[in-house]
């Protein structure tokens, strides 16, 4: 796992080990980037349920001014420490370890973000939840784009009545890119 583009252009990131990790590929980080790149430059960037923090850290070679990650799980928090210290983005970053309704509670009134980028573990409905805390939360600007990754069989029918549109769907083969912004 590498960074594709931007100022950090090549370096490794590391990854956690296992079978309930599912890393977004380079192919699929590198196809959702092309969509968001008119969008990174100058933005802040929320990577929730960061895993090893690679989409942000994407984002933040790409021109994001800064990036917060939301990570629970002490190992996959230490692996995003890891990859923040080796692509030397200390100073453009932050890591909440610590569930991410909590997360959001802690971050009102500190942040808004342009970009908000979400991939929970698949079939747990916790991208739902994590919806249903951002529809009213002053995290989000008038014009923030949530993208959703999430596996292809996945129930997103209760957007409307969230207040959330859909602008933009992206299929791959066994998951996909969900664009939304709140209306």
């Known amino acids: 796992m590498r960074i594709i583009a931007g100022s950090k252009r090549r370096l490794r990131l590391k990854t956690l080990e296992g079978k309930d990790v599912r890393p ?3 192919r699929i980080k590198e196809t959702l980037f092309n969509i968001l790149q008119p ?3 100058g933005c802040y960037f929320l990577d929730l349920f960061a895993g090893s923090g690679q989409i942000g850290l994407e984002a ?4 994001a001014r800064y990036a917060v990650f939301v990570e629970h799980a002490k190992k996959a928090a230490d692996c995003i420490r890891e990859n923040i210290a080796s692509t030397k983005s200390e100073k453009e970053t932050y890591l909440y370890q610590m569930d991410v309704m909590s ?3 802690s971050m009102e009134g500190k942040y808004q973000f342009d970009l908000i980028f979400m991939d929970p573990p698949y079939g747990k409905f916790l991208e739902k939840e ?3 805390s951002l529809e009213s939360s002053s995290l989000l600007k008038k014009d923030t784009l949530i993208i959703v990754e999430a596996d292809l069989s996945t129930d997103f029918s209760y957007l409307d ?3 959330y549109e859909v602008i933009r769907e992206k299929k791959y083969k066994t998951n996909v890119h969900i664009f939304m912004k709140k209306v």
């Open 161 to 163: 009545e969230m207040g």
């Open 130 to 132: 994590a919806l249903a």
């Open 24 to 26: 977004t590929t380079d």
């Open 60 to 63: 933040v070679s790409r021109g």
């Open 39 to 41: 969008e990174i430059p």
């Open 103 to 105: 997360a959001i509670g």
